[in-house]
């Protein structure tokens, strides 16, 4: 199919990336973050890093658009301003390594310590002393430069969130005002560093229609979970999706 150059892509790679974001967004909706994480473990089987972070970088900022009506209310504005500051300092720093590192270390090291904190939380750990500004603004700059390089930012911010034992309902609503705002900014320099072209630009376009689906869906789940119900779900999902990032790093190889 001609229409199908647009994307350099095959119908099978194309339905692959359909199926993918369908099932992030509908993560995306119930958790508030892992639309990034599960768009790597698809996106990562017919795409190279560097043609995969402008993608999702688009798609996060439409994914949070379209979560506003059900989360403007829930967010905790301190706290994603707060954080903002830290992600303003790592995300160009992120963006830079991405030009010239692969990302499979940092990848590979993200993932074991999410497993590592997820397997804490599931104990019953948590720590208020750590909802203090130093801490928020050390998890920024990990979270900015995470972004950049591997668009897997929301996970330690929501590591944190979970840490100090914040309720689901805010944990959704404030990740993904910040996320909004962090993709934009993202965005905005992988443009001007010639990480985005047309062929991004093209590859998005079909995947609009598949995000307010997903998020909806999402978000019907969320609304019938209790909240030891909605930290298991996230406990597990982080889990899962770091060891699938780790298979995958052990894989490239």
């Keep these: 199919m001609d229409f199908l150059s647009y994307f350099q892509l095959s119908v099978t790679e194309m339905l692959i990336v359909i199926f993918t974001v369908f099932i992030a967004s509908i993560i995306r909706g119930f958790n508030g973050f892992g639309f990034s994480a599960v768009c790597i473990s698809g996106f990562s089987f017919i795409l190279p890093a560097i043609e995969i972070v402008p993608i999702i970088l688009i798609l996060e900022v439409l994914v949070s658009i379209f979560m506003i009506p059900y989360v403007w209310n829930k967010i905790d504005w301190k706290f994603v301003f707060q954080m903002q500051i830290g992600i303003i300092i790592g995300t160009p720093i992120g963006l830079y390594l991405l030009k010239f590192l692969s990302p ?5 090291s993200i993932c074991l310590i999410i497993i590592f904190f997820s397997m804490l939380l599931m104990k019953g750990y948590s720590n208020q002393k750590l909802n203090i500004y130093p801490v ?4 920024g700059i990990v979270s900015g430069t995470l972004n950049g390089l591997t668009t897997l930012g929301g996970m330690p911010v929501a590591v944190l969130l979970l840490v100090i034992n914040i309720q689901p309902i805010i944990i959704r609503g404030s990740l993904a005002a910040l996320f909004f705002i962090t993709d934009i900014y993202a965005f905005i320099l992988s443009f001007f560093v010639g990480i985005v072209d047309l062929t991004t630009i093209y590859r998005t376009i079909p995947l609009v ?4 689906i997903g998020i909806a869906i999402g978000n019907r789940f969320f609304i019938k979970s209790r909240e030891e119900i909605y930290r298991k779900v996230v406990f597990y999902f982080l889990i899962v999706i770091s060891v699938v990032g780790i298979m995958k790093v052990m894989s490239n190889i």
């Design 136 to 139: 928020k603004i050390f998890t």
């Design 104 to 108: 499979d270390i940092t990848h590979l």
């Design 209 to 212: 229609i598949i995000l307010p």
